[in-house]
C-alpha cells in the first residue's frame, strides 16, 4: 500500500479504467460466468437491496435476527420451487455459491457414511459433474470415483450400477450438466442410491432457477427434485439464473437432520459458542438479501416471463446453429447451456476469430468444441451472433492453440 492517501475521486477514477480490461458485464458477449437479465429496474434493486445490507454480517443470526429471517424465507422460496415438503428449519443453508454448497453436501454425506463405520467414504459421480466434487472428496480426504457417460453424455446408469460399493456414500446426478447442458438420469440414479441406503445429490446449481420454471410454462422437464424417491439433496444457485450477482446459494436436504452434519460447533477460547452451517464465519448480509428481493421483485411470473423469453432465444440459436454447415449441437440440452462440436471444422480456431471479434465463447474438451451459456440478455444479440459464427465457421486460419479453461 502506498503511504499518501488518495482521493476518492482518484480511486475511482482507476477502478474505472482497470474494468475497461474486463469483459463488459452487461455487454451480452460474454456466455457464462454472469448471467444479464437486460432488465434495469432489477438490477436497481439489487443495488439497492446490497446498499441497505452491505455491511450486515450474517455470522451471527441472534445479533442480525432480521438478516436471519431474510435468509431463512430465501430457502424456503427455493426449497418450494423444487418440492422440499416444508419443515420448521427449511433443510438448508445458503452459502456463498455452488461450490460450497456441495462441498457442504458431500460434507454431510461423509460424516453420515462414518457414522455407519465407513472409514473411506466414496463419492460417485459422472465424468461430466462439476469439479467442485472433486474438490471436496481433496478438501475432506475422500475417494472419488467416475461414471463414464452414455453416447449422449449422460450418466452412464449400468456403469454406476457396477461401481457402487459398500463404500459409496453418496451418487450424484445433475440437472443439467455444465459441459453440455444435458439431464442426468435422476430417476434411476436415485433408485439406485436409494436401494444402496446412500445419499442422492442432485446438482442444479445451473438448472435449479431454470427447469421449475420451463416445467411451469408446460416444456417436458423429465423428473429430477424432491417429487423423485430417492433424492437427498439439491444445490441451486441464486447467483446464476437466480440472477443476483455472486455470494447467493442454497443447499438443501430432504431431511432437516441433516443440516447438523453441515455444522461446526466450538465453545472453548473464551469467546462463547462459535456455531456455523457452512465454510464462511464472518459474511456479507448482502448478497442474501439481493436473493431475497430479486426473489421477491419477480416472483413466479416474473421467472417464467424471464424464462419464456430465454427459451425463445434459446430456440433462434438452435435454429441458426443448424443452419450454419458443419456445426452439431451436442447431445440433447434441455435448457440454455449448448455444447457445439465439428466434424469438420476445428472450433478451437473458430474461437479464436469469435474472439479476436469480441465474443467470449467458452471451448469445450469433449467433445472438442465450443461452449455457449445464454442467459436472457443475450436476445438482443443472437442475429449478430449467428452471423459472425457462421462467417468465422468460413473464415479462420489455423488455432492458435489456446486451451480450453474453465477457472
Ligand atoms: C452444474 C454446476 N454445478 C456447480 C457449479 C459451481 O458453482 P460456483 O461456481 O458458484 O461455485 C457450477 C458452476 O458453473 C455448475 O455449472
Not at 416474473?302 to 456445426?327: P, Q, S
Not at 476445428?346 to 451459456?373: F, I, K, Q, S
Request: with cysteine.
Amino acid at each position: 500500500m502506498q503511504s499518501r492517501s488518495r482521493p476518492t475521486a482518484e480511486v475511482l477514477g482507476e477502478l474505472e479504467l482497470l474494468r475497461e480490461e474486463d469483459p463488459e458485464v452487461h455487454g451480452k458477449r460474454l456466455f457464462g460466468l454472469v448471467y444479464p437479465t437486460g432488465d434495469a429496474e432489477l438490477e436497481a434493486l439489487v443495488h439497492d437491496a446490497y446498499e441497505r445490507f452491505l455491511f450486515a454480517n450474517a455470522l451471527n443470526p441472534l445479533r442480525f435476527p432480521a438478516l436471519a429471517r431474510i435468509e431463512k424465507e430465501v430457502i424456503a422460496m427455493a426449497g418450494d420451487l423444487v418440492h422440499r415438503a416444508p419443515t420448521e428449519l427449511h433443510g438448508g443453508t445458503m452459502t456463498s455459491g455452488g461450490t460450497e454448497s456441495i462441498l457442504m453436501s458431500m460434507l454431510v454425506s461423509r460424516e453420515r457414511a462414518r457414522a455407519r463405520g465407513i472409514e473411506h467414504p466414496q463419492i460417485l459421480a459422472p465424468l461430466s459433474a462439476h469439479p467442485a466434487y472433486a474438490k471436496a472428496a481433496h478438501y475432506f480426504d475422500m475417494d472419488y470415483v467416475a461414471v463414464p457417460l452414455d453416447s449422449g453424455y449422460r450418466a452412464d446408469v449400468a456403469a454406476a450400477q457396477g461401481l457402487v460399493t459398500e463404500n459409496t456414500c453418496v451418487i450424484v446426478a445433475s440437472a443439467y450438466t455444465y459441459p453440455h447442458g444435458v439431464m442426468d438420469p435422476v430417476v434411476e440414479l436415485a433408485a439406485l442410491a436409494a436401494e444402496n441406503g446412500i445419499g442422492c445429490h442432485v446438482d442444479a446449481c445451473i438448472g435449479g432457477f431454470v427447469l421449475p420454471f420451463m416445467e411451469m410454462l408446460g416444456h417436458p422437464v423429465p423428473p429430477w427434485d424432491f417429487r423423485v424417491e430417492g433424492v437427498t439433496e439439491i444445490s441451486m444457485d441464486v447467483h446464476k439464473y437466480g440472477y443476483v450477482p455472486k455470494g447467493a446459494s442454497v443447499i438443501l436436504h430432504r431431511d432437516d437432520d441433516w443440516i447438523w452434519h453441515q455444522t461446526f460447533f466450538y465453545d472453548k477460547w473464551g469467546a462463547g459458542l462459535y456455531a456455523t452451517p457452512a465454510i464462511a464465519g464472518a459474511r456479507s448480509g448482502a448478497p442474501t438479501v439481493a436473493a431475497w428481493a430479486v426473489m421477491q421483485h419477480l416472483g413466479l411470473d416474473g421467472y417464467k416471463a424471464l424464462v419464456a423469453d430465454l427459451c425463445a432465444t434459446v430456440a433462434r440459436v438452435r435454429t441458426g446453429i443448424g443452419a450454419i454447415g458443419g456445426l452439431q449441437i451436442v447431445g440433447e440440452p434441455i435448457g440454455p447451456l449448448l455444447a457445439l462440436r465439428s466434424e469438420e471444422v476445428d472450433l478451437y480456431a473458430v474461437a479464436d476469430v469469435m474472439d479476436e471479434w469480441g465474443w467470449h465463447l467458452n471451448r469445450n474438451t469433449d467433445p472438442y468444441g465450443l461452449h455457449l451459456m445464454i442467459s436472457p440478455a443475450h436476445r438482443d444479440v443472437v442475429d449478430e451472433l449467428l452471423t459472425d459464427l457462421a462467417d468465422a465457421m468460413s473464415h479462420h486460419g489455423p488455432s492458435k492453440g489456446k486451451p480450453a479453461r474453465y477457472a
